[in-house]
């Protein structure tokens, strides 16, 4: 299995406005794999406007909001391509699409890496961090995971949460919550 880093990516749509997804890069020697599964604003933005950033964060809400109709993160003009980065990325990178494999599920749009650039330093791992992430994915996947699996896998990170969560992370797994609850009470 390659890499994958889980990021913030923003691409630019055909009406120059700046559209931000949580997706997974997959690591192909330097370059990164962009995969979003069809139907995806991302994918539409990419084959239009073949730039992207890739905005890192330990800010987790970013993640969370995505998924929960909060997308309003503000964002800043990258410094080589024409799309935006994160205002708040503690690094981003600038990718420029060079190959796109075709698949009527889930392209492929190799990105070749531009710029990279470390705006703020690092603060160390938190354990309630990677379990909003882990539950962010699984709110992606509402409608494709049987829910006793998604109940099951929540609970365990729910423990990480209890135990290590700061305000950030508990306000982002509250938004998470709140949108399984909604889901399953219709
Ligand atoms: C950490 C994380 C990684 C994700 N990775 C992917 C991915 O690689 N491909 C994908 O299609 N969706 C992925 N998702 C789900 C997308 O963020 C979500 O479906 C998003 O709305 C993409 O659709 P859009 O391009 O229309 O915004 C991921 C979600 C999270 C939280």
């Not at 800010?59 to 993160?73: K, P, Y």
């Not at 938190?126 to 049987?146: G, K």
């Amino acid at each position: 299995m390659p890499l994958i880093r889980e990021t913030i990516v923003i691409t630019t749509g055909r009406d120059g406005r700046a559209h931000i997804a949580p997706l997974g890069l997959i690591a192909e020697g330097d370059d990164w794999i962009i995969a979003p599964f069809r139907p995806s604003a991302t994918l539409d933005n990419l084959e239009t406007v073949p730039f992207a950033t890739a905005s890192h964060t330990d800010d987790v809400r970013v993640f969370a909001g995505c998924l929960t109709s909060r997308r309003d993160w503000p964002t800043v003009d990258a410094n080589v391509v024409p799309v935006q980065r994160l205002a708040d990325a503690l690094t981003h990178m600038e990718l420029a699409v060079t190959d796109v494999t075709a698949d009527p599920q889930r392209p492929r749009f190799r990105c070749r890496v531009v710029l990279t650039v470390q705006h703020a330093p690092f603060q160390g791992f938190n354990r309630a961090q990677a379990a909003v992430v882990e539950a962010a994915i699984l709110v992606s996947r509402l409608n494709m995971l049987p829910r006793d699996r998604i109940e099951r896998e929540l609970a365990i990170l729910q423990s990480a949460v209890e135990k290590t969560a700061g305000l950030v992370e508990l306000e982002a797994w509250s938004w998470l919550m709140d949108k399984v609850t909604a889901h399953y009470a219709v």
